[in-house]
């Protein structure tokens, strides 16, 4: 019999569909997805759980078990060829007798790149990689990003209406986008390592930045602010979530910091200049606490800010049919000089979300 | 032989095309095309050129001669049955012998209203309406408003940043949109029968308001401004191009209309309360004017004018991928109290040009 077509895309995507299911639970791991296939069927299904569990790869031979002989392998990234905290899955590939290897992505880890398919290639094995490349790398860019610079991959949420205002006058913002919109919010937020607001926001809406998906996984809550005893009356802190991190300038008060920490809050002090922190310097200490991916959700200073300093790096705009007139901006504490000066970005994406129009956009690369 | 199937859509998008030609050149007639089919193949074709030429069935009858006996005619609107500038289109329907009518938008005018279908049916003809309705309609749109309300069809247009600006903080808005958006905005003005700007946006951008395509009719160009005297030395007033009208709050010096009319403007005194012009008594001043379809194009003072008063038809919005920050609103002057207390719209069309995105919207009607 001849053997059967390799690599097949319906497998990769099999493999896809399976590392989705990790998303937002595996951090700082990547989501990872893979399926053993032996004779056109798969035998073997598996995904990385959570950090410290099995990568995906392993779990997927041992569900093939003894199937795995002679079969192929199709996983989202690369398989990495060094001890972490388990054992490489190269060793598991080669010594369940794999005999085809497809990764979608390659392993962009510096201790890694390359280096497992180099090991699988020497040890006879046929190896393929690019199957769905774009699907797997959008579901790995914050591990991606992470690891090779130590900052979160950070996605800039902004609610407009039509005029371009996130809220009406009187500092009200709800709501402008609608439910199916709102729902993509909850979902990203499940998906994200973490989800962060200025402390004008936490003030002002008083928001508990948790998925309201069933089942879903409860993202890391982040404020940054100057003023953090406004902080302790907030539902973010007196209302079930994630884990709450105060980000802060260093030099505040040590009673501030203890009422925050007895509420259950991690107290991240940083580095500033006249009070002001640097964007750079903010996502190296989320990055340092394991923060693989960061969704912003205002306000306006908190976008300049990051926008500023070109700290974004995927916008995604709801826009409702709706005119606000004269509200509160999107973007606000900074403003191009002309047209000509200002951020260019690119549209990735745009699509209709309920009644409501969904727009992705990426900073434009020189 | 078997007669060929009635109606059949390819003949009505064949006088759907015709009618396009007509579009911006008719007013305050409907730009109207019409075709006619015998055994099965078009025999003649025609549209409306302009106000006080022959009406487009007419055009296409002549165009077919003697082969219009017994033969379909397709017609985007009802033929009219009254006597105008012209004759009734029905008598020369019924005078070349056609056999079959098939029309796409029933004549909104109250002294036509079902009027020419009835009298061909009366005659024996085979009549039918309905056939691509919707494209027919959008061509007309300018017309059915007029015809029953005295006031034009009311589009604005917004060229905003992805954050909802209109300007940068400078007031500079060249360029936000892109090439393709622009070439799109020049061909809604030479479609349009007016476009305007309120004074402000008038003195600052200091606009032709042209249609820079070539060969394209230059529509009428109105500003509402309470200082005409300003616009002396603007090029509006100074370069070629549609005819200018300066409307303003009744009660301006004697002076500055006699200096406006010298350069070719005409002065429209509007009724005014505390130097406020009502919008319905704009509309309708450029309604008796014979405007049918109005193009607003700024500035944020104008839209929320028209906005407020609900005379807004179509908001068509061409969104930059760029970021200004604290520019200049797109809508201003004018605040909602709340997002519930919006201005409503609904979506009509989302698609790309260019790098950037259109976006179409109409009020929410309850």
Request: glycine share 12%.
């Given at each position: 019999?001849?053997?059967?077509?390799?690599?097949?895309?319906?497998f990769?995507?099999?493999?896809?569909?399976?590392?989705?299911?990790?998303?937002?639970?595996?951090?700082?791991?990547?989501?990872?997805?893979?399926?053993?296939?032996?004779?056109?069927?798969?035998?073997?299904?598996?995904?990385?759980?959570?950090?410290?569990?099995?990568?995906?790869?392993?779990?997927?031979?041992?569900h093939?078990?003894?199937?795995?002989?002679?079969?192929?392998?199709?996983?989202?990234?690369?398989?990495?060829?060094?001890?972490?905290?388990?054992?490489?899955?190269?060793?598991?590939?080669?010594?369940?007798?794999?005999?085809?290897?497809?990764?979608?992505?390659?392993?962009?880890?510096?201790?890694?790149?390359?280096?497992?398919?180099?090991?699988?290639?020497?040890?006879?094995?046929?190896?393929?990689?690019?199957?769905?490349?774009a699907?797997?790398?959008?579901?790995?860019?914050?591990?991606?990003?992470?690891?090779?610079?130590?900052?979160?991959?950070?996605?800039?949420?902004?609610?407009?209406?039509?005029?371009?205002?996130?809220?009406?006058?009187?500092?009200?913002?709800?709501?402008?986008?609608?439910?199916?919109?709102r729902?993509?919010?909850?979902?990203?937020?499940?998906?994200?390592?973490?989800?962060?607001?200025?402390?004008?926001?936490?003030?002002?809406?008083?928001?508990?930045?948790?998925?309201?998906?069933?089942?879903s996984?409860?993202?890391?809550?982040?404020?940054?602010?100057?003023?953090?005893?406004?902080?302790l009356?907030?539902?973010?802190?007196?209302?079930?979530?994630?884990?709450v991190?105060?980000?802060?300038?260093?030099?505040?008060?040590?009673?501030?910091?203890?009422?925050?920490?007895?509420?259950?809050?991690?107290?991240?002090?940083?580095?500033?200049?006249?009070g002001?922190?640097?964007?750079?310097?903010?996502?190296?200490?989320?990055?340092?606490?394991?923060?693989?991916?960061?969704?912003?959700?205002?306000?306006?200073?908190?976008?300049?800010?990051?926008?500023?300093?070109?700290?974004?790096?995927?916008?995604?705009?709801?826009?409702?049919?709706?005119l606000?007139?004269?509200?509160?901006?999107?973007?606000?504490?900074?403003?191009?000089?002309?047209p000509?000066?200002?951020?260019?970005?690119?549209?990735?994406?745009?699509?209709?979300?309920?009644?409501?129009?969904?727009?992705?956009?990426?900073?434009?690369?020189?």
């Amino acid at each position: 019999m001849a053997a059967p077509p390799f690599p097949h895309p319906g497998f990769m995507r099999a493999a896809v569909r399976l590392a989705r299911k990790g998303l937002g639970r595996t951090s700082p791991n990547p989501a990872v997805g893979a399926v053993v296939v032996h004779a056109g069927r798969i035998v073997g299904k598996g995904y990385h759980r959570a950090a410290g569990l099995p990568h995906a790869e392993v779990v997927a031979l041992r569900h093939a078990g003894s199937a795995a002989r002679g079969a192929d392998l199709y996983v989202t990234l690369e398989p990495c060829d060094h001890h972490g905290r388990t054992g490489p899955c190269t060793a598991a590939i080669l010594e369940a007798g794999i005999a085809r290897v497809a990764y979608a992505v390659r392993d962009p880890n510096p201790k890694v790149r390359g280096g497992g398919a180099a090991r699988l290639r020497k040890a006879g094995l046929t190896v393929h990689e690019g199957l769905l490349q774009a699907e797997s790398a959008e579901i790995t860019r914050g591990f991606r990003r992470w690891v090779v610079s130590g900052v979160p991959y950070v996605t800039l949420k902004l609610a407009l209406s039509l005029d371009g205002q996130i809220a009406s006058a009187s500092g009200d913002s709800r709501w402008i986008s609608g439910e199916p919109a709102r729902l993509r919010v909850h979902r990203m937020r499940s998906e994200a390592d973490a989800v962060m607001v200025g402390g004008g926001t936490a003030r002002r809406d008083d928001p508990r930045l948790t998925s309201r998906i069933p089942g879903s996984r409860q993202p890391k809550r982040v404020v940054l602010t100057s003023r953090p005893a406004e902080l302790l009356q907030r539902r973010l802190l007196r209302e079930e979530g994630g884990e709450v991190i105060v980000a802060c300038p260093t030099g505040i008060g040590k009673r501030d910091v203890e009422a925050l920490r007895s509420l259950g809050a991690r107290v991240l002090p940083l580095p500033s200049r006249q009070g002001k922190v640097r964007a750079r310097d903010f996502l190296a200490a989320l990055g340092a606490e394991g923060v693989t991916s960061l969704l912003v959700e205002g306000g306006g200073r908190i976008a300049a800010w990051l926008a500023e300093e070109g700290s974004v790096d995927r916008y995604v705009v709801y826009v409702a049919p709706l005119l606000l007139g004269e509200g509160v901006r999107a973007v606000s504490g900074w403003a191009a000089k002309s047209p000509a000066a200002g951020k260019r970005l690119v549209f990735t994406s745009v699509r209709r979300v309920g009644s409501d129009i969904e727009i992705t956009a990426e900073p434009e690369r020189p």
